[in-house]
């Protein structure tokens, strides 16, 4: 039912008390190594909630291209659409200090090997979604052949993150465009207005049939082009442990629901609830939640 056009990366996370500063070295944790990535986050949120999900990406001929694979398959993801080799499996260097403050630098690896004609190769997966996701940590050529790859009937999900400058195909395809608060502040520019009720209209002028902007425990902001209509979803209050992958978890949830025949307020609406049930735990994948959990809360 859902495709996940996207990254798959390791995450590989030392605490520090502090970052060293240049020609420095200091001492570290343990390396913790986690799955992440933004497409196989999405890909693996929407399994565990009980989607049909298929995920199709690339990673390297080495552990953590494994590791990826294996964590995928364990969750019910289909893989067949994900490619080995070309590169390294993109790897994101993080360093943590006292306060809590992340370092971040990535390798995009085989993410960035990921090609337009990969994704011609893998018509028959584009033809079989209801829903495809993007996002934009893999190059903007292969987004775009995505867009034009897909089914007639295929809904595209964009969360354009990293943000970037999207041409006007690409916007125009969107259905939902999904931006947090710094991606719709970044797409819009310096007019971007005074807060999400302006930046919504302001977002569906640059041609997305439709909008969604995540608020944090605020929960999200849906506009819709077709009715006309600007709904708030407020956010269960929950104890927010870590909201890292909650963005991910949102997206994959709102586009599974589509994909259901949801219409756009009732997908976002559920998928406030998937959001706030995976900041409760702490990392990106090991906090996505349930069936059963987003119903408990
Ligand atoms: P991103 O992770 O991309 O920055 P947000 O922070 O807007 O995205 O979070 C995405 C969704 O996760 C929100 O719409 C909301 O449903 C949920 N969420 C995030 N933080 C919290 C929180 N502190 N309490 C409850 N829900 C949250």
Same mark, same amino acid.
């Given at each position: 039912?859902?495709?996940?056009?996207?990254?798959?990366?390791?995450?590989?996370?030392?605490?520090?008390?502090?970052?060293?500063?240049? $020609?420095?070295?200091?001492? $570290?944790?343990?390396?913790?190594?986690?799955?992440?990535?933004?497409?196989?986050?999405?890909?693996?949120?929407?399994?565990?909630?009980?989607?049909?999900?298929?995920?199709?990406?690339?990673?390297?001929?080495?552990?953590?291209?494994?590791?990826?694979?294996?964590?995928?398959?364990?969750?019910?993801?289909?893989?067949?659409?994900?490619?080995?080799?070309?590169?390294?499996?993109?790897?994101?260097?993080?360093?943590?200090?006292?306060?809590?403050?992340?370092?971040?630098?990535?390798?995009?690896?085989?993410?960035?090997?990921?090609?337009?004609?990969?994704?011609?190769?893998?018509?028959?997966?584009?033809?079989?979604?209801?829903?495809?996701?993007?996002?934009?940590?893999?190059?903007?050529?292969?987004?775009?052949?995505?867009?034009?790859?897909?089914?007639?009937?295929?809904?595209?999900?964009?969360?354009?993150?990293?943000?970037?400058?999207?041409?006007?195909?690409?916007?125009?395809?969107?259905?939902?465009?999904?931006?947090?608060?710094?991606?719709?502040?970044?797409?819009?520019?310096?007019?971007?207005?005074?807060?999400?009720?302006?930046?919504?209209?302001?977002?569906?002028?640059?041609?997305?049939?439709?909008?969604?902007?995540?608020?944090?425990?605020?929960?999200?902001?849906?506009?819709?082009?077709?009715?006309?209509?600007?709904?708030?979803?407020?956010?269960?209050?929950?104890?927010?442990?870590?909201?890292?992958?909650?963005?991910?978890?949102?997206?994959?949830?709102?586009?599974?629901?589509?994909?259901?025949?949801?219409?756009?307020?009732?997908?976002?609406?559920?998928?406030?609830?998937v959001g706030a049930a995976a900041v409760m735990a702490q990392g990106a994948q090991k906090s996505f939640?349930?069936?059963?959990?987003?119903?408990?809360?």
């Amino acid at each position: 039912d859902l495709l996940v056009v996207g990254s798959a990366n390791a995450d590989l996370v030392i605490g520090v008390e502090r970052r060293p500063a240049p $020609g420095e070295t200091v001492l $570290g944790s343990d390396l913790a190594v986690h799955p992440g990535g933004k497409g196989a986050n999405q890909s693996l949120a929407a399994a565990r909630l009980g989607a049909r999900t298929a995920l199709l990406a690339r990673v390297g001929d080495d552990d953590h291209g494994r590791l990826l694979l294996e964590t995928q398959r364990a969750a019910g993801v289909d893989t067949d659409g994900v490619l080995v080799g070309g590169a390294p499996t993109g790897v994101a260097l993080i360093t943590v200090d006292l306060s809590g403050d992340n370092s971040i630098v990535v390798s995009p690896g085989a993410n960035g090997r990921l090609t337009p004609e990969d994704v011609r190769a893998a018509a028959p997966l584009l033809a079989a979604a209801r829903v495809i996701s993007v996002q934009l940590e893999i190059p903007l050529d292969t987004v775009a052949e995505t867009v034009r790859g897909r089914g007639p009937d295929t809904r595209l999900v964009l969360n354009p993150s990293p943000p970037a400058p999207l041409p006007a195909e690409v916007l125009a395809a969107c259905d939902p465009l999904v931006v947090n608060e710094h991606e719709a502040r970044y797409i819009l520019g310096e007019d971007a207005g005074e807060g999400p009720h302006d930046w919504a209209p302001a977002l569906l002028a640059l041609g997305p049939r439709s909008v969604v902007i995540t608020l944090g425990a605020a929960g999200a902001l849906v506009a819709d082009s077709r009715t006309g209509s600007l709904d708030h979803l407020i956010s269960p209050k929950v104890e927010a442990v870590d909201t890292t992958g909650a963005g991910d978890a949102f997206t994959a949830a709102l586009a599974w629901r589509l994909g259901r025949g949801d219409d756009l307020r009732e997908a976002a609406a559920f998928a406030v609830r998937v959001g706030a049930a995976a900041v409760m735990a702490q990392g990106a994948q090991k906090s996505f939640p349930t069936l059963e959990e987003v119903d408990a809360l």
